[in-house]
């Protein structure tokens, strides 16, 4: 069996300069893209597990097995019951979110001390007088 490593320490430093005030936008969403992130899976299709928060969808990613255990134990988990996740680069994760029929996101340690949101790309809808405001 292999094992893969979560890789995620460099997108943790990012989101703690983000905090502190002087994170990089660019650097930051660079750091998430490059990061592997533990995600859920649920149902018995084992479809990636998604929440539905303010008309957008949010993908759920993590940072650690102990983020995606925080979670987990805020939702009520069941001791005898098998929680699966899979591994991706969080450019898989932005890409898989694009896809999607509905605005969607990535919500990252979404019940951690530094949660961390990449919003869904929306288009602007054109204005009827020809100006943007």
């Given at each position: 069996?292999?094992?893969?490593?979560?890789?995620?320490?460099?997108?943790?430093?990012?989101?703690?300069?983000f905090?502190a005030?002087?994170?990089?936008?660019?650097?930051?969403?660079?750091?998430?893209?490059?990061?592997a992130?533990?995600v859920?899976?649920?149902g018995?299709?084992?479809?990636?597990?998604?929440?539905?928060?303010?008309?957008?969808?949010?993908?759920?990613?993590?940072?650690?097995?102990?983020?995606?255990?925080?979670?987990?134990?805020?939702?009520?988990v069941v001791?005898?019951?098998?929680?699966?996740?899979?591994t991706?680069?969080?450019?898989r994760l932005?890409?898989?979110?694009?896809?999607?029929?509905?605005?969607?996101?990535?919500?990252?340690d979404?019940?951690?001390?530094a949660?961390?949101?990449?919003?869904?790309?929306?288009?602007?809808?054109?204005?009827?007088?020809g100006?943007?405001?």
């Amino acid at each position: 069996m292999t094992v893969i490593e979560v890789e995620s320490a460099r997108l943790r430093a990012e989101i703690a300069a983000f905090y502190a005030g002087f994170g990089v936008p660019g650097e930051l969403a660079a750091a998430f893209e490059a990061s592997a992130l533990l995600v859920p899976l649920a149902g018995p299709e084992d479809r990636v597990f998604t929440l539905e928060s303010g008309g957008a969808g949010w993908l759920c990613a993590f940072t650690s097995i102990n983020e995606y255990a925080h979670f987990m134990a805020a939702r009520g988990v069941v001791a005898d019951q098998t929680y699966r996740f899979h591994t991706f680069l969080g450019k898989r994760l932005r890409e898989f979110a694009a896809a999607q029929p509905e605005p969607t996101g990535v919500a990252v340690d979404m019940l951690g001390a530094a949660p961390m949101a990449f919003p869904p790309e929306l288009d602007e809808a054109p204005s009827t007088d020809g100006v943007r405001g």
